[in-house]
């Protein structure tokens, strides 16, 4: 568990240890105890014939517990009268058991039961041997133990208070187990206890202030238990003799105690990955034979105390990722023996102090993430053995100095997003182990140092986002072990030399917003490591090299914003681990290939603003992964949507706008994944898809098709199956049928007319009786003549012949809407009489 480290960045790899646990599942205990039980029988038996000790009869029964002992104790003989001369065992002048030490054994046992028969046993290793099971409680009454070393097992349960009793106990080694409960407060009884080590368990509770009480305490590490909580024991300063203090990766609060000033000879304080907070005590500076301070990844506020510079040994100082505020104190200097800094994460303000220079062990300086400003003292340069420089994310300004070129072992210098000015200097081309370098973010002038590209352990070169300028040097070929190039956001100009081919190591090239030109070299095929190419925002010009689907780890390509021309290489199908596309903003023309559905890992394809024609390939439906977005856009694109781009359910994003596209939008309704859709300035016809999206879409993502349905209007939306059948056989064969079927009903409306005039002229010349102006009414005598069976009679018509069932007016008279007592509604015409007068005259 004790393995402190400084903040690890991509370019810092940081060794650890790991602890493995072997698991077992032990036997069930009643089978366990009878098979236990038989065997110490027989043993014993024989035992008792063969003269063979106590102490060897319990060690012989409890290894033949387990079904398949290891070889390693073949010379176990159960005939032999002492264990004396077995493997893993010790005896000492009387014959009797003294040491067990038994060490990287696969024994997958529980400890034996009956430990208190070892009565002169002083020492108990078995590590690493995937002991299961608990610490029996009768371990305590071995009293002449001294050491009891049982790490790296898999025990559980508790640890006994009964250890308390073990008063000659030194060593108590019980680290990476899976043991649980409190730390018991009867261990302070254990007066010479040196080493106690507790560290990677699943303990949990408070330090025990009894602690304090063990004066001759060298060793106290319980970190790694996720769930020990609560404050540092004061009492832990009356542990005079100690020399290491870990307590990391757990859940202790609060403060440091002052009384922690009075350990005089504590060489290691790790108390890190806590909740730790207020400030670091100015008494820490009475330590003096520490050297490493481990309090990193915690609260700690206020000032780092000036009293750090009296701590004279002090070799690792790791104080990042807390709230420190205030300067970097420069009695930091006096710490000449210091080999790493990290301060990193913090809101430290102020300078760099100069008294660093002075510090020439120094390795790591790791001052990140801070407020730190004034420039990069040039006395850094007496630092010769500085490997790990990392200034960037602080207010840095002023020139780089030409004297860190001195520093020959410097492997990662990091000083980006600061304010940093002038050109780079030359002379860090000296720094011949210079394995990365990342200035980006600043306002570097000048050129790239083309000396930088002879450096043979270069892996990654970050100048982005300044305002460097002349071209790319051709001897960038010969940095072969360039693993990041990125050059972005600068005003490098020129062409992209064919050198760069030498770059077989090559993962990431990043040219993009800079102001290169001509074409891309076919020798970029070369790099067949490249996964990530970005050449966007330049004016490159000429076809894309037929060499790049050749990179057949490409990822992600975007050449936008450039003035790329001819066809999408239909050979780019055989990238199949392309994830990204991005060719928008050129003046490629043709048709888009339909090898591009090759392309299995893509994600997301833009190929808007060119001049590609064509329609839309029906085999892009087959990108299943295409699920960020289709950007077709502002091309020149013809025909219909395939209707298999249904297939495409991932897709979140289709953009097919300002094409000559047609049909209607059927296609696009089982699109269920899309969260933005525009197809304006197109050609579509029909209604639209009834679903969410539409209904959600705005008129600009519909504008611009003069056939598509009014935009806003409920009824232009296809609300079931059988309306969207209709809508699929296209604009034309609706209005066909809709024509045929208006003929047809204005021929029966015009016979049903004719013959309904007929019958009224003749009831008209039976019923007229005088003044032509008199209107028909009840009065008058009807004779009424059905031509087919009717379920109603003439009353029920006369008498709905009222105004308020008028539903329309003629120039030959008044229709009314009449209601027959069995539920049917018929129309009933009555003519105006100087129709019926006229009708009698043509007669």
């Known amino acids: 568990m004790f393995h402190p480290s400084s903040r690890q960045k991509s370019y810092y790899i940081l060794n650890t240890i790991k602890h493995n646990h072997f698991s077992s599942s032990p036997p069930p205990p009643l089978l366990f105890s009878f098979t236990f039980l ?60 003294s040491e067990i030490n038994i060490l990287s054994v696969p024994l997958e046992l529980p ?54 009793k073990l008063k000659s106990l030194q060593d108590l080694i019980l680290n990476s187990n899976e043991l649980t409960g409190k730390i018991p407060v009867e261990l302070g009884n254990c007066q010479v206890l040196k080493n106690l080590e507790l560290f990677d368990n699943k303990l949990d509770g408070n330090l025990p202030s009894e602690l304090g009480r063990l004066s001759s305490l060298e060793v106290l590490r319980a970190g790694g238990n996720k769930d020990i909580a609560g404050k540092i024991p004061d009492e832990l300063g009356n542990c005079s003799n100690l020399t290491v203090l870990g307590l990391a990766d757990t859940r202790i609060s609060g403060s440091l105690p002052a009384s922690l000033g009075k350990l005089k000879k504590l060489q290691t304080l790790s108390i890190y990955t806590t909740m730790l907070s207020g400030e670091i005590p100015p008494h820490i500076g009475n330590c003096s034979e520490l050297m490493n301070l481990y309090l990193y990844e915690n609260s700690l506020s206020g000032s780092i105390p000036k009293e750090i510079g009296k701590l004279s040994k002090l070799e690792k100082l790791l104080l990042w990722q807390n709230n420190f505020v205030g300067e970097i104190p420069d009695e930091i200097g006096n710490c000449t023996k210091l080999i790493s800094i990290d301060l990193s994460l913090n809101s430290l303000s102020g300078i760099i102090p100069w008294s660093v220079g002075g510090l020439v062990e120094l390795q790591e300086l790791m001052l990140s993430d801070n407020n730190v400003s004034g420039s990069i003292p040039t006395v850094l340069s007496n630092a010769r053995s500085l490997v790990q420089l990392q200034l960037d994310t602080n207010q840095i300004s002023g020139l780089i100095p030409s004297e ?99 770059l077989k190591s090559l993962n990431f090239l990043d040219f993009s917003g800079n102001r290169l030109f001509g074409p891309v070299p076919d020798e970029i095929g070369s790099c067949t490591e490249l996964q990530m190419v970005d050449l966007s925002n330049n004016t490159l010009e000429g076809p894309l090299p037929n ?25 780019f199908g055989r990238l199949i681990a392309l994830s990204k596309l991005t060719l928008n903003k050129n003046s490629f023309s043709g048709s888009i290939p339909p090898s591009l559905s090759l392309c299995s890992s893509l994600q997301l394809l833009d190929l808007s603003s060119n001049q590609l024609s064509g329609s839309i390939p029906s085999e892009l439906s087959k990108i299943g992964s295409l699920e960020i977005a289709l950007n077709l856009s502002w091309n020149g694109l013809t025909g219909e949507i395939p209707a298999q781009i249904s297939a495409l359910n991932k897709l979140s994003i289709l953009d097919l706008s300002h094409n000559k596209l047609q049909g209607d939008l059927s296609s696009l309704a089982d699109l269920d994944n899309l969260i933005s859709l525009n197809v304006s300035y197109n050609n579509f016809t029909g209604f639209l898809p009834d679903n969410k999206l539409f209904r959600q879409l705005t008129a600009s993502d519909l504008a611009g098709n003069k056939g598509l349905c009014a935009f806003g209007r409920e009824s232009c939306f296809l609300d079931n199956a059988k309306a969207l059948g ?18 047809v009903l204005l021929i029966a409306m015009t016979i049903a007319m004719v013959i309904m005039g007929i019958l009224a002229v003749i009831r008209a010349r039976r019923t007229i009786r005088g003044d032509d102006e008199l209107e028909i009414g009840d009065s008058l005598p009807w004779q009424f003549t059905p031509f087919q069976k009717l379920n109603f009679s003439v009353h029920e018509v006369l008498r709905c012949l009222v105004d308020s069932n008028v539903i329309g007016k003629g120039c030959s008279g008044v229709v009314y809407r009449a209601d027959m007592d069995n539920g049917e509604v018929i129309a009933v015409k009555k003519l105006w009489p100087t129709t019926l007068a006229a009708t009698n005259r043509m007669q």
């Open 111 to 164: 400890l034996p039961l009956n430990l208190s028969s070892f009565i002169y046993l002083e020492k108990l290793a078995i590590s690493d041997a995937n002991i299961t099971g608990i610490i029996p409680p009768e371990i305590g009454d071995c009293t002449a133990l001294r050491v009891i070393d049982l790490s790296s097992n898999s025990l559980m349960g508790t640890i006994p208070p009964s250890i308390g």
């Open 547 to 571: 060499s790049l689907s050749s990179l057949s780890g490409l990822e992600v390509l975007d050449v936008s914003s450039n003035r790329f021309s001819g066809p999408i290489p239909a050979s």
């Open 38 to 97: 038989a065997t110490l029988l027989a043993t014993a038996a024989v035992a008792a014939t063969a003269g063979t000790s106590h102490e060897g009869s319990i060690l012989f029964s409890w290894l033949h517990s387990s079904s398949s002992p290891s070889p390693s104790f073949s010379n176990w003989n159960i005939l032999d009268p002492t264990p004396c001369k077995w493997n893993y065992i010790t005896c000492n002048s009387r014959g009797f058991v």
């Open 726 to 743: 209709v809508a699929k056989q296209g604009s034309e064969m609706r209005r066909s049928k809709g024509l045929k079927l208006a003929i």
């Open 404 to 502: 860190l070129g001195k520093l020959s072992n410097l492997e990662v210098f990091l000083a980006w997003q600061n304010q940093l000015e002038g050109s780079i200097p030359s002379s860090l081309a000296s720094c011949s182990n210079l394995q990365a370098l990342d200035l980006s973010h600043n306002s570097l002038t000048g050129i790239v140092p083309p000396g930088l590209f002879q450096l043979q352990n270069l892996t990654k070169l970050l100048l982005i986002s300044n305002d460097i300028s002349g071209s790319i040097p051709p001897e960038i070929g010969n940095c072969s072990s360039l693993v990041r190039l990125r050059l972005g956001n600068n005003r490098i100009a020129g062409e992209i030399p064919k050198d760069i081919g030498g």
